[in-house]
Structures are given as structure tokens and as C-alpha cells.
């Protein structure tokens, strides 16, 4: 769990958004193996992503924060160059869902998911609702081995034996 965000590094706000995807993640069965919060810095970024995806801290990375238009938001900058692919179905499911609850205001972000090595990573935005919006109708399901016809746990390395075919 990575919370991108000045305001929450600096000691402004408590970090709201990493706790909302937290807390479903953990009701959902899943284990939180680590959760930082950085600021909004390019080279922090893409450094605690690529140490969290090569010491294989992680199978799935949540991140919130960071995907707007403002002058400091510069998650998928630091993040995209280290993906080896893109899951645009993402994007265009997340607009979807974001549409139904902020109308208009979802173009206003640039969340995005992909996959570094074996890990799977997500950047919302750094809103409470858009992490509600994100997990309750994407990502609870697609990270989920039981939702059918099929979900991301069977790619998952450690989970590939354990998903029913």
C-alpha cells in the first residue's frame, strides 16, 4: 500500500485514502505487507517501487495519490517507464465507476494499473471516494480468485497452484 502525497508526507493530513483501500483489502482476506506514504517526487517514487517489485515484498502494489493534472502529481511519470505492460482495461474500468459517483470530474484523472515484473500494481487517486469507487467495483473482484470467469490471482506467481481452473 504506497500513499503519494505531500500534504500526508509532511505531516498536513492523515493519510485517508491508504486507509480506505487498506481496510477493504483486509476484510477482503488480503495481507498488508507493507504501507508507506511519499511525497509526490519522481525519484522516490520509482525507487520504492522498484524495491518493493524486486525484493518481492508485494504481489499486488495499491497506490493512491499523485494522478491528477496538478504540477506535483507525477505518479504515473515515475511509475509507467518501470512497467513491462499496461492494463488499460483498468483505466477504462475505473473511468466507468468513477463516472457513476464524480459525472465528468473522473477525466480529471490519470489512474492506471501494469505490471512490473510479477507484481501488479493500481494508482488511484488520491481521494477517498476514487479508492472506494476503485476497490468496490474493480479491484475487490479482479483480486479475488474465486470471481469467475477469471481474476489476477492466477497470475499471481505464489498463487498460480491454488486457483481452481
Same mark, same amino acid.
Given at each position: 500500500?504506497?500513499?503519494?502525497?505531500?500534504?500526508?508526507?509532511?505531516?498536513?493530513?492523515?493519510?485517508?485514502?491508504?486507509?480506505?483501500?487498506?481496510?477493504?483489502?483486509?476484510?477482503?482476506?488480503?495481507?498488508?505487507?507493507?504501507? $508507506?506514504?511519499?511525497?509526490?517526487?519522481?525519484?522516490?517514487?520509482?525507487?520504492?517501487?522498484?524495491?518493493?517489485?524486486?525484493? +518481492?515484498?508485494?504481489?499486488?502494489?495499491?497506490?493512491? $495519490? $499523485?494522478?491528477?493534472?496538478?504540477?506535483?502529481?507525477?505518479?504515473?511519470?515515475?511509475?509507467?517507464? @518501470?512497467?513491462?505492460?499496461?492494463?488499460?482495461?483498468?483505466?477504462?474500468?475505473?473511468?466507468?465507476?468513477?463516472?457513476?459517483?464524480?459525472?465528468?470530474?473522473?477525466?480529471?484523472?490519470?489512474?492506471?494499473?501494469?505490471?512490473?515484473?510479477?507484481?501488479?500494481?493500481?494508482?488511484?487517486?488520491?481521494?477517498?471516494?476514487?479508492?472506494?469507487? $476503485?476497490?468496490?467495483?474493480? @479491484?475487490? +473482484?479482479? @483480486? +479475488?480468485?474465486?470471481?469467475?470467469?477469471?481474476?489476477?490471482?492466477? @497470475?499471481?506467481?505464489?498463487?498460480? +497452484?491454488?486457483?481452481?481452473?
Amino acid at each position: 500500500m504506497l500513499t503519494i502525497s505531500d500534504g500526508v508526507h509532511h505531516g498536513a493530513r492523515e493519510d485517508r485514502s491508504g486507509a480506505v483501500l487498506e481496510e477493504r483489502a483486509v476484510a477482503a482476506g488480503h495481507e498488508i505487507t507493507w504501507r $508507506g506514504v511519499l511525497p509526490d517526487e519522481r525519484e522516490e517514487i520509482a525507487a520504492c517501487l522498484a524495491r518493493l517489485c524486486d525484493e +518481492d515484498v508485494a504481489d499486488v502494489v495499491l497506490s493512491t $495519490g $499523485g494522478t491528477g493534472f496538478a504540477p506535483r502529481d507525477v505518479t504515473p511519470e515515475a511509475i509507467k517507464p @518501470l512497467c513491462t505492460r499496461e492494463m488499460d482495461g483498468f483505466t477504462v474500468l475505473f473511468h466507468q465507476a468513477s463516472h457513476g459517483t464524480v459525472g465528468l470530474s473522473t477525466l480529471q484523472s490519470r489512474a492506471f494499473a501494469g505490471q512490473i515484473g510479477d507484481t501488479f500494481i493500481f494508482c488511484l487517486p488520491g481521494s477517498t471516494g476514487a479508492c472506494r469507487d $476503485g476497490w468496490d467495483h474493480v @479491484l475487490r +473482484d479482479e @483480486l +479475488d480468485s474465486r470471481y469467475r470467469p477469471c481474476s489476477l490471482a492466477g @497470475l499471481v506467481p505464489r498463487l498460480r +497452484d491454488l486457483v481452481p481452473s
